[in-house]
C-alpha cells in the first residue's frame, strides 16, 4: 500500500501536534512537582526550627558542629586516598613483576619444548643463515676463474 502524497503531511502534522501536547503536558508536571517541593522544603525548614527552638540547640552551634564535621570528614577522606594511591602503587609495582616472571616462565617452556620437537630457534636460524651465506660466497669464489687462470689459458 502506497501513502498519497496528503497523507504524510497530514501524519507528520499530527506527530508533531501529539509532541506539543506532551511537552505541555510534562512542563506542567514538571512544574508542580517543583512546587510541591519547594512547599516540603518550607515545611521541613519549619520544623526542624521548632525542634531546635524546643530542644534548646542554637543555630550557630549547629552550622559550627556541621562545618567541624565537614572538615574531619574531608580529612579522613583524603587520609584514605593516600593509602589507597600507597597500595595501588605497590600492587602495581608487583603485577609489573609477576608478569615479567611470568613472561620468562613462558619462554622457557617454549623453548623447553621447541628443542623437544627438535625444532630450532629463531637464533638458531639466523645463525645457520649467516653461515649459508659465507659458505655460498666461498663457493663463488672457487668457481670463478682469477685473473691468473684466465691469463694461463
Given amino acids: 500500500m502506497t501513502t498519497s502524497k496528503k497523507t504524510a503531511p497530514r501524519r507528520a ?6 509532541g ?16 510541591g517541593l519547594s512547599a516540603a522544603q518550607v515545611q521541613l525548614e ?5 525542634l531546635l527552638k524546643d530542644k534548646g540547640f542554637n543555630a550557630t552551634e549547629i552550622g559550627n558542629a556541621v562545618t567541624e564535621i565537614g572538615n574531619r570528614l574531608e ?3 583524603k587520609k584514605a586516598a593516600k593509602q589507597i594511591g600507597g597500595r595501588l602503587d605497590v600492587l602495581q609495582k608487583r603485577a609489573i613483576k ?15 619444548t621447541l628443542a623437544t620437537l627438535n ?3 629463531r637464533q638458531e636460524v639466523v645463525e645457520l ?3 649459508v651465506d659465507e659458505l655460498s660466497r666461498k663457493l663463488d669464489r672457487v668457481g670463478k676463474p682469477t685473473a691468473r687462470t684466465r691469463a694461463s689459458a
Fill in 20 to 35: 506539543t501536547r506532551t511537552r505541555t503536558v510534562l512542563r506542567q508536571r514538571w512544574t508542580e512537582a517543583w512546587k
Fill in 46 to 50: 519549619k520544623r526542624v526550627k521548632k
Fill in 98 to 112: 609477576e608478569g615479567k616472571a611470568l613472561g620468562r616462565a613462558v619462554d622457557d617452556a617454549v623453548r623447553g
Fill in 119 to 121: 625444532i630450532p630457534s
Fill in 13 to 18: 502534522k499530527k506527530a508533531r501536534a501529539a
Fill in 75 to 77: 580529612k579522613e577522606r
Fill in 129 to 131: 643463515t649467516r653461515k
